[in-house]
Each structure stands twice: as C-alpha cells, then as structure tokens.
C-alpha cells in the first residue's frame, strides 16, 4: 500500500502528507515487531494507544528532540510503562538521537537503551522510570505541581508547559494513584492531563473480573474535568485534548481503546497485553492496517513525516533561549539554581528559644547557616507552620541519629560533610 498523501482531518488541523492513520500505524508495527524479535513484551498497548499518542504528539506536545532537556518542554508521563514501546516508538520516530532503530531492534536485551520498561537516563525523551503502575501518575503529578511553583515564581514567559500522562488501567487500581488524583484535583493542577487507556483488558482478562470502579465518577468526585471519548477518533482526541487543556480543573480523558487494535485474533483480548502476537497475527495485522512493509522498516515519506513533526520544536525552543537570555542576571541565575537544585545557602538570626525562622530554611550548626529546603519543613497540616530549631550540635553517625520528634525532619549541611562537624538540625511543628 502507499500511504495516502492527503489528509486532513474533518477539523482541518492535521496538516502533514500523511494520513493520521498511517503515522499511528508506524507506532503500531514498531511495537509489534520489536515485541515479537524481543520473545516478549506488551504490543497491546502501544497498539491501542497509538491514535491517542500519535494526535497528542502531531498535534499539541510542545518538544525538541535535540534540546530533551528543555526545562520548558512538555512532559509526557507513560505511567503504563509496560508499554513502553509506544515510548520507544515514539522518541525513535520524532528524531531523538539516543533512539535508533537499532535500539528499537534490540528491545528488551542486555545494554540496550530499551529495556522492557522506561528508565530514565536510559535515553533522552525518558522523563521518568515507570513500570510500577500507579507511580508514573504520581510523579506527573509532582511534575505539575513543580510548573506550577516555577511559573508562579519566575511567570508564564519562562514557565509555561502542560504535563501528559498515559496511564492505564492498572495505574488507576494502585493506591498511589489515588493519593495523587486527590492532590491534584485539591490544588487545581490543571496542566495536568491524562489519557486513560480506557480498554477493558488487563493482565488476566476483562477488567470486570477483578474492578467495578466507576473512574470517571471517581475523578469527578477529586474535582478533575472529565471526558469520555472513542480513543480511535482522530476528532475526538483531537477536541477532547483542546478542551482539557483549556480546563480549570486537572483533565481525565478516559480514551475508549482496543488493546492490540489492528491484530485479527488478539485485538481486545488479554492474550496481547503481555506476549508477542505471534507470526499469524502480526502478518495479520499488517494486512488488516495496510503496513506491508518488513518487520522495523518504516517508509521513507512517514518517517519524514514524523521528523517534521520533531522539528518543529525548534522554534518555541529558540524563543524560550531569546526571553532567558534578557532575564537579568539575578533571575536568571536563580531559575539555574533551582533547576539544579542548589540549595540556598545565607546566615540566620537567632532569635531566641532555638526558634529562627519559618518554613523554607534549616540552619546547620555546623556552618551557621541556612538550607533552602524548597517546600514546608514540617510536612504537617496548614494551621501547624513549621519552624526551626537549633538544637547542640550532635553526632549523625549512623550508630546516633538524631532524635525527630512527630512531625520533623532533620537534615545536616551537604557544604559540610564531615560525619562529626554535622550538626544536626530539627524542624518542628510551631504548635508542638
Ligand atoms: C504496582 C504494580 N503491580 C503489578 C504490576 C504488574 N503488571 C504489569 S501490567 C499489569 C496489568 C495491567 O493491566 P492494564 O493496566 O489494563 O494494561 P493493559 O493490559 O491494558 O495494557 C500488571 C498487573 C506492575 N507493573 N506494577
Ligand atoms: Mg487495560
């Protein structure tokens, strides 16, 4: 088949030479034949999510594969990192160096940079290890919280960027998750945006086996803005991403999908959640996607198509390097700072009784001074501020460490090291 040259979408935006339909199925053959060189691996996903991921990707994710690290790029979560696949895919389509095809080729074997679930630092376009469902949520949640601190600390011209998570529907049964979705439907991180792999399959078969729960009710009652839509509708992605993005309210997108989308006898079953398709449904696949070419081969024209859709980035990253470079020098040289984490270092008054300051800061008896700890020391509730006290310097061998009475912390000075010189320094609630 060639692929069709036109394209556009009934809403008109979908602007490149090849049709959506065809630049999901590149994502699509990558999974199923890297799963199936590998003897293992999870193709269904990647397969049910490729429309998902590929509107998302073409259409909205603000990135630059040459700058990964862009501190204003959008984070794209894979919190079902069992599908880590689509990931691959992904980074290897849009042009990210690290990502070859060879790497592609070499899922899941010893070294390579694509092992069976996301690492990150393994390849650049990781933005966090996941495969412990539930956690990759989580932690997107943390990365919504931290755009919203930056931006409201240094403004949207610095700071300005959407987190996207793919999760599924194991991550929505782990615990941690809930903790999560509670948080940020209580602050209103409405940059956050999920896609929910909405397949009805899990690991041993129809999700009904083993959950009742009602998710959309359940984000709904955490105060997120919800949808439900056909997770096989360009359209429909496509209106369903412009609206959570507009949101008030964090964004749940449950995405109706089919696991395996494409596979004659696998689709919609969980014998394709985790094991290769086998040799009759991948060449099945290929001819029910119209996708005849050999196994990691992707046409010249689509995957121009997707590195168009790499560098596009350019641009926005150009601009962003333009407004940090007229930053004056203070500003500027406090957004490198807590970028890399440096902790805030200057001298403290004593003000009598040990109590010296409120939140924000811990003294080290060892130098005098204070540690910027970048959030409230005593991780206690909003009435209880935290305060600081300095108490005689003590050993922190491991053999003593110092006492932490309920609802504190110690820390000693990383600037001083030395097991003995570290004092210790508790952080207590003001109200104990
Ligand atoms: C915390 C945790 N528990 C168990 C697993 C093992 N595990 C991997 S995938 C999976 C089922 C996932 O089902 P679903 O999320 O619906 O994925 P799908 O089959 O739709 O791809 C399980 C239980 C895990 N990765 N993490
Ligand atoms: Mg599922």
Same mark, same amino acid.
């Given at each position: ?7 556009a ?13 065809v ?8 999974a ?10 999870h193709?269904?996903?990647p ?50 160096e ?15 940079r ?9 390849? /650049?376009?990781?933005e966090?290890?996941?495969? #412990?469902?539930?956690? $990759?949520? =989580?932690? &997107?949640? %943390?990365?919504? +919280? ?109 995405? /109706?999908?089919?696991?395996?989308y494409?596979? #004659?006898?696998?689709? $919609?079953? =969980?014998? &394709?959640? %985790?094991?290769? +398709? ?25 995957l121009?198509?997707?590195?168009a ?114 004092a ?9």
């Open positions: 088949m060639t692929p069709p040259r036109t394209t979408a009934a809403s008109g935006v979908q602007q490149f030479e090849v049709s959506h339909e630049m999901a199925n590149a994502i699509r053959a990558l199923m034949d890297a799963v199936e060189q590998a003897k293992s691996g193709p269904g996903m397969m049910g999510m490729a429309d998902v991921a590929t509107v998302l990707v073409t259409r909205f994710l603000k990135f630059d594969p040459s700058e990964a690290r862009w501190p204003d790029r959008d984070r794209l979560v894979l919190s079902a990192g069992h599908g880590s696949m689509l990931l691959y895919a992904l980074l290897y389509l849009t042009g990210y690290d990502m070859t095809i060879e790497e592609i080729e070499r899922f899941r074997q010893l070294s390579s694509t092992p069976g679930h996301p690492e990150h630092g393994h390849a /650049r376009g990781i966090t290890t996941s495969g #412990p469902l539930g956690q $990759g949520l =989580a932690n &997107a949640v %943390g990365m919504a +919280l931290a755009e919203r601190l930056a931006a409201a600390h240094f403004g949207p011209e610095l700071v300005d960027h959407d987190t996207y998570v793919i999760a599924s529907d194991g991550d929505l049964m782990e615990g941690v998750s809930h903790e999560a979705i509670s948080l940020a439907g209580h602050l209103g991180l409405s940059k956050l945006i999920v896609l929910y792999d909405d397949n009805r399959v899990s690991i041993d078969g129809p999700t009904e086996l083993t959950v009742s729960d009602d998710q959309p009710a359940r984000f709904r009652a955490a105060g997120w803005d919800v949808q439900a839509i056909d997770g096989h509708d360009p359209a429909r992605i496509h209106e369903a991403i412009v609206r959570a993005r507009t949101a008030a309210a964090p964004s749940l997108i449950a995405c /109706r999908t089919t696991i395996a494409g596979a #004659p006898t696998k689709a $919609g079953t =969980a014998a &394709a959640h %985790g094991a290769p +398709l086998g040799p009759d449904d991948v060449a099945g696949a290929r001819e029910r996607l119209g996708w005849p070419y050999a196994p990691f081969v992707v046409p010249d024209e689509v121009a198509a997707w590195r859709v790499g560098a596009r980035g350019a641009d926005a990253y150009r601009g962003w390097r333009a407004r940090l470079g007229k930053l004056d020098e203070a500003t500027r040289a406090e957004f490198e700072r807590q970028l890399r984490h440096v902790p805030v270092i200057g001298h403290i008054e004593d003000r009598g009784e040990g109590v010296v300051a409120q939140q924000r800061v811990l003294r080290d008896d060892a130098c005098g001074k204070l540690l910027d700890l970048g959030g409230h020391p005593a991780g206690s509730s909003g009435n209880q501020h935290g305060v600081v006290r300095i108490g005689p310097a003590r050993r922190t061998d491991r053999a003593r460490r110092p006492q932490v009475p309920h609802g504190g912390r110690s820390a000693s000075c990383p600037m001083c090291p030395t097991a003995d010189r570290a210790s320094v508790s952080v207590f609630d003001a109200s104990a």
